[in-house]
């Protein structure tokens, strides 16, 4: 990883020494500043997305006619930090619908102990005319229903762990249990 930095950053120095003619284009500098990097935190809130899935989606746009609440299924998160998951085709024509809208999902599962919350702007990509057109993580979506392709821009993002449980006192936990014998 050192070297691939050492040899762009020669590149660059290559580049920038070069002297610019009037007629000659200016070298596209922006190569060099979208370089790939592995930001540890949105790594970990990939992995926790695709961990839970699940999610319950809240429209939060003021429009009349409007994505309703889901429950929706993350299909992943990219390199731009943007959320890509499935919701159930609306009751009312696609069309009609704001394409763009705020939303916020909460990921939850009973057997973790922790949730994420995203909220973001939203926006409508496609339809998908089978659920089963997307990998495996439309497993837990009936075939029959037609799914509705959404990303969303991530501009919040929640991770909670509750806490712990705490230990109790020794008389808290005798009282307890005099409790329960007794009832």
Avoid at 55 to 61: D, R, T
């Amino acid at each position: 990883m050192l070297w691939d930095n050492a040899e762009i950053l020669t590149q660059l120095f290559y580049i920038l020494q070069q002297p610019i003619r009037e007629m000659e284009l200016v070298p596209d500098l922006n190569y060099f500043f979208k370089l790939p990097v592995m930001d540890s935190n949105l790594q970990f809130i990939r992995e926790k997305i695709a961990d839970l899935q699940t999610a319950i989606m809240y429209s939060m746009s003021d429009s009349l006619i409007k994505v309703p609440n889901d429950i929706v299924t993350a299909v992943k998160v990219d390199e731009e930090g943007q959320l890509w998951f499935l919701s159930h085709l609306p009751s009312q024509p696609l069309k009609e619908c704001e394409q763009s809208f705020p939303a916020r999902l909460k990921f939850f599962r009973k057997e973790r102990n922790f949730f994420v919350e995203v909220s973001g702007k939203a926006t409508i990509v496609s339809m998908i005319p089978s659920a089963g057109n997307i990998d495996n993580y439309t497993a837990n979506m009936p075939e029959s229903k037609i799914a509705v392709l959404i990303k969303m821009t991530m501009s919040n993002i929640e991770y909670v762990e509750p806490e712990a449980q705490r230990a109790k006192p020794k008389w808290q936990e005798l009282a307890q249990r005099i409790y329960s014998w007794i009832f």
